[in-house]
């Protein structure tokens, strides 16, 4: 594999050092100047990491969320294991609380008290064993889901094609390759040329930051737009696809996204340009019936009036409306790429086959 690609790919933006039992994250929010690990130990401190953004992004969030849970489980001083479980709920409760919308974290914390559950006869050491073990297996399931996502994604275009992209769905996002980006990366491992347009995604710039850097650094062919020169580049007949990440899928294939998706999906209706979204089948909640159902987080308008300029950008008294994802409405998107394969419409039904042995 080119060096360039493998040091994007195999970067450890969450790291369990299970010699020292410590867990460590790349703070996010120092990308790109800075790629500088921090130490995560005690529940408040992961909530805010998790809550700052210095690690974000649906699947990243659950792999984390993982190691957190047990990390906090290693701490949990209770006489039994009934009493260990009530406590790790809790402390389930409050990290899974951290952020809204993405459905990862609650889903990961869900798995990680399961894990326990199972384990709640055995000695404590063993208890701690299988939740070191369902940690690990949550990375290494998201590993080969996104080997197979961009796999999928990367059957939809061809040697040439511009995609346009919004947010960061890359190997920062989640471990690996990625799913919004993986199949840039993919492609550019395979040789084939893939021109990548990078929204800079306002009002925290995920694009610049990280999706930007993340495909310079590995040697794909990427180009930084504002978000509003994406109609420009549509009409230019530039882009071909666009691929997007998602942090909720809904029963009907709404789909909730970084704020500016659905903008970007209304745009691509009007050129004639497919619209894809791409992630794993932990994203999708199928006891949400549709975008209406999925929570929005909503975030202090100081993101916007701040940013990184020295000064602030407007007046401090001026009022802010701040939503950190939008709903992308069914009816604009082509198609849900999983690590199971690509969903068309009607979504209800082929989402649903993607379930249907679990029942
Ligand atoms: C593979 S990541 C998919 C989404 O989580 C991503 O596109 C996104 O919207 C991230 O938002 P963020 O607020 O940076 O966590």
């Known amino acids: 594999m080119n060096e360039a690609i493998r040091q994007v790919t195999h970067v450890q933006n969450i790291r369990y050092d299970k010699a020292t039992e410590r867990l460590y994250i790349i703070d996010q929010t120092l990308l790109p100047n800075e790629e500088k690990e921090i130490e995560l130990r005690t529940v408040e401190e992961m909530i805010e990491a998790i809550k700052m953004l210095r690690i974000r992004g649906a699947p990243a969030i659950g792999i984390c969320a993982g190691y957190c849970m ?15 479980y009530r406590k790790l709920q809790i402390d389930g409760e409050l990290l899974g609380a951290a952020r809204p919308t ?47 996502i961009s796999e999928y994604g990367l059957s939809l275009l061809k040697d040439g094609d511009g995609v346009l992209t919004h947010c960061n769905a890359g190997p920062l996002a989640t471990s690996r390759y990625g799913t919004g980006q993986g199949p840039f990366l993919l492609a550019a491992e395979r040789g084939i040329h893939i021109r990548v347009f990078a929204d800079e995604t306002r009002p925290l710039l995920q694009g610049a930051r990280l999706t930007s850097y993340e495909l310079q650094r590995a040697g794909v062919d990427v180009t930084l737009i504002c978000d509003n020169m994406a109609s420009m580049v549509m009409k230019n007949g530039w882009v071909q696809a666009c691929f997007v990440g998602c942090d909720r899928i809904a029963a009907n294939g709404d789909f909730a996204n970084k704020i500016g998706t659905s ?26 019936p549709d975008g209406a159902h999925i929570p929005i987080e909503l975030r202090d308008g100081d993101e916007i009036k701040n940013l990184w300029y020295e000064k602030p950008m407007a007046l401090p008294e001026v009022k802010c409306f701040n939503p950190s994802f939008d709903v992308t409405d069914h009816e604009l998107l082509t198609g849900i790429v999983t690590e199971k394969g690509i969903c068309y419409p009607p979504f209800t039904e082929s989402l649903a086959a993607l379930f249907k042995d679990k029942k």
Do not use: Q
Request: with cysteine; charged share 30%.
């Open 70 to 84: 047990y990390a906090l489980a290693r701490d949990i001083d209770a006489k039994d294991n009934e009493a260990f």
């Open 102 to 148: 993405a459905v990862n974290l609650r889903w990961a914390v869900g798995e990680m008290l399961d894990a326990a559950k199972a384990h709640l006869k055995d000695d404590r050491a063993e208890l701690l064993e299988a939740l070191y073990r369902k940690a690990v297996d949550i990375h290494e399931d998201d590993i080969a889901k996104c080997t197979a």
């Open 263 to 288: 903008g970007v999906a209304i745009l691509a209706k009007h050129y004639g340009i497919p619209v894809y979204t791409l992630g794993p089948t932990s994203t999708i909640d199928m006891n949400c």
